[in-house]
T-cell receptor
Framework: NAGVTQTPKFQVLKTGQSMTLQCAQDMNHNSMYWYRQDPGMGLRLIYY???????DKGEVPNGYNVSRLNKREFSLRLESAAPSQTSVYFC???????????FGSGTRLTVV | QKEVEQDPGPLSVPEGAIVSLNCTYSNSAFQYFMWYRQYSRKGPELLMY????GNKEDGRFTAQVDKSSKYISLFIRDSQPSDSATYLCAPEGSGYSTLTFGKGTMLLVSP
């Protein structure tokens, strides 16, 4: 099925460990986004990439890095995980002139 | 004032009821207004898209925008248990900017 694919779906990390969340879209979309969703906080933008080769900070970028590997793939890296990064992470994409975002199914990350 | 505000609910209604979900915003530059539906443990999915003020209807769903009062509504007619989800409003300015999401309203439709 066409859409946004996120891996892994679940992950448990120990404090201080690192990991990369992967996201790929097969809709030829230019823009890609990483959000985190926490109870009572809603969806908050971490980083986004308006087009291949560019990345920009969102509302809550601290503790994260991103890489727009190519047009299809946009990864999110946690260099030294902290319990405050326990969350559900969503990747989304959007085509030029497109209405709204297409979201992936999310990655549930727990940092202990 | 938060840029986008929604009552978190939950809003509980019986099957067949008319549901009204609301959202207020503070940025007068917003011109595009979206509603997303998010089922438990799933990603949000685009439900309705409206440009500027006015109404837009799609089946049992009607989106209404009043830019003068900065108020957005989503109406669901003949609500079904399958409508039980969290509904997120997301207004956007011009120039293809990033979306700002409300925190969402949880809707529970009982059979």
């Amino acid at each position: 099925n066409a859409g946004v694919t996120q891996t892994p779906k679940f992950q448990v990390l120990k404090t201080g460990q690192s990991m990369t969340l992967q996201c790929a879209q097969d809709m030829n979309h230019n823009s890609m986004y990483w959000y985190r969703q926490d109870p009572g906080m809603g969806l908050r933008l971490i980083y986004y990439s308006a087009s291949e080769g560019t990345t920009d900070k969102g509302e809550v970028p601290n503790g994260y890095n991103v890489s727009r590997l190519n047009k299809r793939e946009f990864s999110l890296r946690l260099e030294s995980a902290a319990p405050s990064q326990t969350s559900v992470y969503f990747c989304a994409s959007r085509g030029t002139g497109g209405y709204g975002y297409t979201f992936g199914s999310g990655t549930r990350l727990t940092v202990v | 004032q938060k840029e986008v505000e929604q009552d978190p609910g939950p809003l509980s209604v019986p099957e067949g009821a008319i549901v009204s979900l609301n959202c207020t915003y503070s940025n007068s530059a917003f011109q595009y207004f979206m509603w997303y539906r998010q089922y438990s443990r799933k990603g949000p999915e685009l439900l309705m898209y409206t440009y500027s003020s006015g109404n837009k209807e799609d089946g049992r769903f009607t989106a209404q925008v009043d830019k003068s009062s900065k108020y957005i509504s989503l109406f669901i007619r003949d609500s079904q248990p399958s409508d039980s989800a969290t509904y997120l409003c997301a207004p956007e300015g011009s120039g293809y900017s990033t979306l700002t999401f409300g925190k969402g309203t949880m809707l529970l439709v009982s059979p």
